[in-house]
């Protein structure tokens, strides 16, 4: 499998179906590490959350 970067697609969120350019994240901060969250700016629902981050890993 072969992972190829395109700058040419307007990425689409699947809640609204505008088209992204720009994508909104917020930290989460925890006892055990930190999380982001990921959300379209048009209707502000999240698309993601990154792995959890401990302590000793930033």
């Not at 970067?5 to 179906?17: A, G, I, K, L, Y």
């Not at 720009?22 to 990921?38: A, D, N, P, S």
Request: proline letters at 3%; hydrophobic letters at 40%; one cysteine or more.
């Amino acid at each position: 499998m072969f992972i190829q970067e395109r700058n040419d697609v307007t990425v689409v969120c699947p809640h609204c179906e505008r088209g992204i350019d720009t994508m909104w994240c917020q930290v989460i901060r925890g006892f055990l590490g930190k999380r982001y969250v990921y959300f379209c700016p048009s209707c502000a629902k999240v698309l993601g959350v990154s792995h959890r981050k401990g302590l000793w890993m930033g």
